[in-house]
């Protein structure tokens, strides 16, 4: 069973950059795309990127479009997002999710991650 598990949360000044990165076991991690969920306390997770297997497509959420970049490693079977320009709004617990297809949505992930908590402070 493939485990995926995130680090490079903690406390920024709204500004800031923080980088997330996620790794997974297992050996077929270029087969799969990856991507970056969020949930903030009392709301509904909610889509932040997505990449495809080798890198080349990726597709933001508007909120943070310009501002996070995701990227992979598929030698080292790790995910990555690259936060600049921090937001309070941008508060919640940061998750990594593996998939099939190039989704947006939560239902596209079979594979998930326990989180990362990024804070922003205003």
């Known amino acids: 069973q493939v485990r995926l598990v995130e680090s490079g949360g903690g406390l920024v000044q709204a500004g800031g950059s923080l980088r997330l990165s996620c790794a997974t076991s297992?050996?077929?991690?270029?087969?799969?795309?990856m991507a970056w969920f969020r949930q903030a306390p009392g709301k509904e997770r909610e889509f932040v990127a997505v990449?495809?297997?080798?890198?080349?497509?990726?597709y933001y959420a508007d909120s943070v479009k310009g501002r996070f970049t995701i990227s992979r490693d598929n030698t080292k079977n790790t995910a990555y997002l690259q936060m600049n320009s921090l937001k309070p709004e941008d508060t919640a617990l940061y998750y990594c999710?593996?998939?099939?297809?190039?989704?947006?949505?939560?239902?596209?992930?079979?594979?998930w991650g326990q989180g990362t908590q990024v804070t922003v402070s205003s």
């Open positions: 999710a593996r998939g099939e297809v190039l989704g947006v949505a939560a239902a596209d992930f079979g594979s």
């Open positions: 297992g050996r077929t991690f270029s087969s799969y795309t």
């Open positions: 990449i495809s297997y080798g890198g080349g497509t990726t």
